[in-house]
T-cell receptor
């Protein structure tokens, strides 16, 4: 299957700072990528759809000014959590559609802890 | 009512048992169905991908889709302790955006 990587795998930051998370498709191109948030023992919550060459599409209730998404190339999307607060602590996961366009491959996730 | 319903478990079985995991859904437009396995603190791993109704087998895993009943299943034969994880069903109607079940936590005891 297709491989999606994320960096960093784990990050601890202080309240008020910004954190950037990278999502890369390693062996395929992705014009669309998805960003999810997952709380402990809960399912994935879609935050936004990242579109190469255009603005991201955010789900209802997700603050676009707080969670900045940039799809810089066909293999890279970044999520920046700005002015992070402890309530932003979570597991963030990205995904990209496979060649069939309907299945998705997920990255390993990034655990963010805001102190 | 959620669009996709999945029993959260936990489901505890002895090693070697046959495991049956299920999801029901309400949107008849869904055509593509997936099962993901997620280990703790890891991203979901695609296990099975099926289109429309029918069965698909891959090693110890069999996925079944019954669109008439809006019911999908994942069977795991000869379950192993390494199968212990959370299993998520997901589906889409060809728009790329997936709708997930809540996940079932499976524990296979040696």
């Amino acid at each position: 299957g297709a491989v999606v990587s994320q960096h960093p795998s784990r990050v601890i930051c202080k309240s008020g700072t910004s954190v950037k998370i990278e999502c890369r498709s390693l062996d395929f191109q992705a014009t669309t990528m998805f960003w999810y948030r997952q709380f402990p023992k809960k399912s994935l919550m879609l935050m936004a759809t990242s579109n190469e060459g255009s603005k991201a599409t955010y789900e209802q209730g997700v603050e676009k000014d707080k969670f900045l998404i940039n799809h810089a190339s066909l293999t890279l999307s970044t999520l920046t959590v700005t002015s992070a607060h402890p309530e932003d602590s979570s597991f963030y996961i990205c995904s990209a559609p496979g060649q069939g366009r309907n299945e998705q491959y997920f990255g390993p996730g990034t655990r963010l802890t805001v102190t | 009512q959620k669009e996709v319903e999945q029993d959260p478990g936990p489901l505890s079985v002895p090693e070697g048992a046959i495991v049956s995991l299920n999801c029901t859904y309400s949107n008849s437009a869904f055509q593509y169905f997936m099962w993901y396995r997620q280990y703790s603190r890891k991203g979901p791993e695609l296990l099975m991908y099926t289109y429309s109704s029918g069965n698909k087998e891959d090693g110890r895993f069999t996925a079944q889709v019954d669109k008439s009943s809006k019911y999908i299943s994942l069977f795991i034969r000869d379950s192993q302790p390494s199968d212990s994880a959370t299993y998520l069903c997901a589906m889409t109607n060809a728009g790329n955006m997936l709708t997930f079940g809540g996940g079932t936590r499976l524990m296979v005891k040696p």
